[in-house]
């Protein structure tokens, strides 16, 4: 019936408005996503690798590859490549005016005349650690590391494609080369998973919100670029929402003829701008109350991880603490047995002669492995409780900030308890589970 309306008051009515309200829909949408990923980084805590566990991750390192790839234009060693070859063109095109005549006029272009890329899996290396990081279907964001324009009489010119003939070759070609190079920072976001050995970890493709990044620019930058595409998609949707309103004037007094051109206009621009702002807060309300759950089932997460990594400490610490001691002390009744029968092996007026030649100790590498093991558990429970304060201080703040902090909590998100607790029972010291 409305349809009918607009068809009976202005023909042209229905289709901007509909159009009008699509291009809307575009922008909500450009919106929505670019949100959604803004709030994911910001959700998401850098880790240092040595605190990289199992789920969507960011970290940050030098990268490192034991046998790189060369970029061909730079010929840098590097991890990612990408490059092209663009040949200008200059060419006379023929065309009919408005008025029919015949015309000619002078276009300029270029063409692609060769291009490559390559990517190979690398090491990300800082302080803490290094971890492997498997590039299949990252999204790279790289660093120019060659840019020139050459002409036939440069050598660089023939280097690529030389019997590629373009039609109205001016003869300059530019050259552009993107690259990762080694030993450059980059910041990864993605979702580490056990590697297929089962002895540590990697970073790769997959996980629940299938982001995996690979980037020279670093977190901020690609935060600041989400969050503006957002704010454009908002204000552009807007435009377009409010614009719909003005062409649906007419159908505003065909059922209120008592209206005024000017009232008829406001009335349907803020109509359209109710249902615009409406549709908006809806989404935005799912957008904090998903966001809020995300943040604690990562508290969650990293809670009990702290509290697997105290039941390993007391599981194996015990036990290697056990096995040391028994090593130990066979090494000793071993060393006091030998120097007993050397003893009585000297008879009265006998000269003999006695090279000592004591067995090897072992001891020392259970002591050592010991001690390794002890570090190593310490610094992997440290990890995982910095990654719970973190992930705690997160949810706190998204919980405390109004208004997203009472929409959370109206829509079902609740506080975490205290710092102390965790979802299972912990134990605090290797002592608690000793064996005994």
Not at 162 to 185: L, Q, W
Not at 238 to 254: H, K, N, P
Not at 263 to 282: C, H
Not at 283 to 300: D, K, L, Q
């Amino acid at each position: 019936m409305i349809f009918q309306l607009l068809g009976a008051v202005e023909p042209d009515a229905a289709p901007i408005a509909i159009g009008a309200w699509c291009v809307a829909l575009l922008f909500f949408w450009l919106w929505w996503s670019r949100l959604r990923f803004a709030r994911l980084l910001r959700d998401v805590p850098t880790t240092p690798i040595r605190g990289v566990f199992v789920g969507l991750v960011e970290t940050s390192g030098k990268v490192e590859h034991d046998d790189p790839l060369t970029a061909p234009l730079s010929q840098t060693p590097c991890v990612q490549y990408g490059w092209s070859v663009s040949e200008q063109w200059r060419r006379t095109q023929t065309y009919k005016d408005s008025k029919g005549k015949t015309q000619t006029r002078i276009i300029t272009g270029s063409d692609i005349v060769a291009s490559g890329a390559a990517e190979i899996d690398l090491r990300l290396r800082d302080e803490t650690g290094a971890i492997i990081v498997r590039v299949n279907g990252a999204s790279w964001t790289s660093k120019n590391t060659f840019s020139r324009t050459a002409t036939r009489g440069d050598s660089l010119y023939h280097t690529q494609a030389p019997n590629r003939v373009v039609a109205g070759s001016t003869g300059r070609r530019t050259f552009s080369e993107s690259s990762v190079p080694i030993g450059s920072t980059a910041w990864v976001m993605g979702n580490a998973r056990i590697r297929p050995d089962g002895q540590a970890l990697e970073i790769g493709s997959g996980g629940e919100e299938g982001v995996f990044m690979i980037s020279l620019s670093g977190e901020a930058r690609h935060s600041m670029i989400a969050r503006g595409l957002a704010i454009t998609g908002l204000l552009l949707g807007t435009g377009c929402a409010l614009a719909a309103g003005v062409t649906l004037a007419g159908l505003a007094r065909q059922l209120l003829p008592r209206l005024t051109e000017e009232q008829a206009t406001l009335l349907t621009v803020l109509a359209n701008g109710a249902v615009w702002i409406m549709l908006i807060a809806v989404m935005w309300s799912f957008i904090v109350r998903n966001g809020a759950v995300r943040v604690r089932t990562r508290w969650e997460r990293a809670a009990s991880l702290v509290d697997v990594e105290l039941r390993r400490r007391a599981d194996l610490i015990p036990n290697l603490v056990a096995v040391t001691r028994a090593s130990a002390a066979h090494e000793t009744l071993v060393q006091r047995a030998v120097a007993e029968l050397r003893a009585g092996a000297a008879s009265p007026g006998v000269f003999r002669i006695l090279a000592e030649r004591y067995p090897t100790l072992t001891a020392d590498a259970s002591f050592l492995m010991l001690q390794h093991q002890l570090a190593d558990t310490e610094s992997r429970i440290a990890q995982a409780r910095i990654f719970e304060i973190q992930s705690r201080e997160r949810l706190l703040e998204r919980l405390q900030s109004f208004p997203e902090g009472l929409i959370a909590r109206v829509m079902g998100v609740s506080r975490p308890p205290p710092a102390l607790a965790a979802p299972a029972q912990r134990s605090s010291s290797p002592s608690d589970r000793s064996p005994d």
